[in-house]
């Protein structure tokens, strides 16, 4: 398997909200921590450790970080 | 009981009054590796002088815990027994948040080994049974008060200077075994550099005797109500002794927390009364380092002083017998003009390959009870906070990965598809029982054979042990198999299996070892 970079949602606005809704209310920190939890789990749940790397590395060349 | 110290006299060596033949090999260090190596090569007949600066065992405790495999190699140097028998035995371990267990782990959670998962048993005890069986060896020159303060070398051997308290004096040897410990001296004389990192946190170590039930599991604790926002660990060994860790974060003052008018009020919160007496305390900043190579010549690195980890995993002791049994057959056939120089390569390759598994794991287990701020800590707690709602983020919660033997990268050795993992090449042979005794007794510290479910070829120039096929014996070596054969090597690891081995195949991979090309 590799990482499914193409749509795969159904409804993905619904599913943009959802993730919106769920920090709701949430401090940084709080949101930070939520993440973290939130991602580990998917992690966990795709369980294919090359599908995570890529996803590792596309998240990594998306980010576009400022140098300085 | 505090242990009772007692002092090894010294005797004034050879040295000191006409100079000294050639030794084979000179020690140096009578830690448990310095000791376990003598030992080592006594059994397979080389002779050799430990030289150690000081004259007790291991002051304060340092290792409590010894692995499986150090048991078994420990038996083979006529310990093990003894320190099964004076140990305390467990194999769990449970891993709490707050006052929630959220993981636990069984270390052997099969019958049918001869040695239990661990042992807690102190370090002085460890060397001194060591020390006893290295005094009563034909074949170890034992010295103590002898502090080595040079090395040298030339292309056939090595020189030692040392010092006693009766004056100075010089060996010549063969090899040099520098077993002086993680600070190692010899290293700084031959000028190498010991790389890795150092963890920025501080534990405090300690060992306190009190009369307690608490069972014979190791119990650890992340964010405790005892102790604020810490790590602590809880282990029981002999003698009413208890062993604490608590992790005291880098901002505080390592000379002020090892007041004992400190440590007490914090222990009482740990045990929940004062009932108890401070044994030995410490405070600790841990490193884990390796140097690049082991074999450097004629002087060769074996324990703390080629590597070094965090105690977290109990892989620095259980690393170095390792280091002991994958060196002390080669040695010895170098020494004795049957293999040349280049196998010592191997002990190189094998536990360079050892050292860096062991790093790894006490690495990501310091890591994981000391996360840097940022990232680091937003996952670690993470994990904590999903431990007690999901299965998976258990056993992510890394208290420390206990200590288990490396399989070292034998990757052109001969193999069976689908045959037991367990038993691969590069693998420590599992032990099994065998009616009224055990596989691994069996095998000894020589290359054998093993043939299971089938006689063994004819006239192999290694000897051969034929294995009926107990269930054990089935599950663990054969699989789906009816017959194997097996050729082990005398660490007791994995060289090689067959199922059927064409004539001459396993007489040629014998020789490809002993010259160390495989
Ligand atoms: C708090 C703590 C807990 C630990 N827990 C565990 C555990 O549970 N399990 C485990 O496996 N490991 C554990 N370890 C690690 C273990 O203690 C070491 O890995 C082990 O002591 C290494 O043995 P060694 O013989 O290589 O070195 P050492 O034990 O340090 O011995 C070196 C010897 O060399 C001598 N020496 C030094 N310089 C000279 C010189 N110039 N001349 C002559 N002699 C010299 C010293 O006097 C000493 O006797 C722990 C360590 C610590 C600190």
């Known amino acids: ?68 | 009981m505090p242990y009772d110290y007692k002092p090894f006299p010294f005797v004034t060596p050879p040295g000191l009054t006409a100079p000294e033949p050639r030794h084979p090999v000179v020690i140096v260090g009578a830690g448990p590796i310095g000791l376990a190596a003598a030992l080592e090569l006594a059994n397979h007949g080389v002779r050799s002088v430990v030289l150690d600066d000081n004259n007790v065992v291991s002051v304060g405790s340092r290792a409590i815990c010894w692995s499986k495999r150090s048991l078994e190699i420990l038996d083979r140097l006529g310990v093990g027994a003894a320190c099964v028998e004076k140990g305390v035995v467990w194999k769990v371990g449970r891993t709490y948040h707050r006052d929630r267990e959220v993981f636990n782990f069984d270390l052997l959670p099969e019958p049918g080994h001869r040695m239990p998962a661990f042992v807690n048993l102190q370090q002085y005890y460890v060397e001194e049974y060591l020390a006893a069986k290295a005094l009563a060896s034909d074949l170890i020159d034992l010295r103590f008060k002898n502090r080595v303060t040079g090395v040298s070398q030339a292309a056939d051997g090595a020189r030692v200077e040392i010092e006693t308290p009766e004056g100075s004096y010089t060996l010549e040897a063969g090899y040099v075994l520098a077993c002086d410990g993680a600070k190692s001296p010899i290293r700084a004389m031959l000028g190498l550099e010991f790389q890795g990192v150092l963890f920025e946190e501080r534990f405090l170590i300690a060992d306190i005797e009190m009369e307690a039930d608490f069972p014979s599991e190791r119990r650890f604790w992340f964010e405790p109500e005892f102790h604020q926002g810490q790590s602590a660990l809880l282990h029981k060994q002999p003698d009413n002794i208890y062993r604490i860790d608590l992790q005291l974060g880098w901002d505080t003052d390592p000379a002020e927390e090892n007041r004992p008018e400190k440590i007490i009020p914090r222990i009482e919160k740990v045990v929940g009364h004062g009932r108890f007496k401070l044994d030995w305390h410490s405070i600790y900043t841990f490193q884990c380092r390796r140097l690049d190579r082991f074999v450097h010549g004629r002087v060769i690195f074996v324990g703390d002083s080629a590597h070094v980890v965090s105690p977290f995993g109990a892989r620095g002791g259980n690393g170095g017998l390792q280091d002991v049994d994958a060196l002390g057959w080669r040695l010895a056939a170098v020494v004795k003009g049957a293999a040349p120089a280049a196998i010592l390569q191997r002990y190189d390759l094998e536990r360079c390959h050892g050292a860096d598994e062991n790093i790894l794991n006490s690495s990501r287990s310091t890591r994981f009870m000391s996360p840097s701020d940022g990232a680091e800590r937003w996952f670690r707690d993470a994990t904590l906070a999903l431990a007690g709602h999901a299965e998976f983020a258990r056993p992510m919660v890394n208290s420390g990965r206990l200590s288990v033997p490396c399989v070292y990268p034998l990757s052109d050795a001969p193999d069976v598809a689908g045959m037991p993992l367990s038993a691969r090449p590069g693998a420590v042979a599992p032990d099994a029982p065998l009616g009224n005794d055990w596989l691994l007794s069996g095998l000894g510290g020589e290359m054998v054979v093993l043939a299971i479910g089938k006689p063994a070829p004819e006239g192999l120039v290694v000897r051969a042990v034929e294995v009926a096929v107990m269930p054990e014996v089935k599950a663990r070596y054969l699989g789906d198999a009816d017959s194997a054969l097996y050729l082990i090597r005398p660490d007791q690891i994995v060289a090689a299996r067959w199922e059927r081995a064409e004539d001459g195949v396993i007489d040629a991979l014998v020789a490809a070892i002993w010259e160390g090309r495989a």
């Open chain 1, 1 to 68: 398997m590799s990482l499914v970079t193409k749509r795969n949602l159904a409804d993905q606005d619904g599913a943009y909200a959802a993730l919106i809704g769920a920090h709701k209310g949430l401090s940084d920190a709080e949101s930070t921590a939520f993440n973290a939890r939130l991602i580990l789990i998917l992690m966990n749940h795709i369980g294919d450790q090359a599908v995570i790397g890529e996803a590792l590395a596309l998240a990594k060349a998306s980010g576009g970080r400022v140098a300085g």
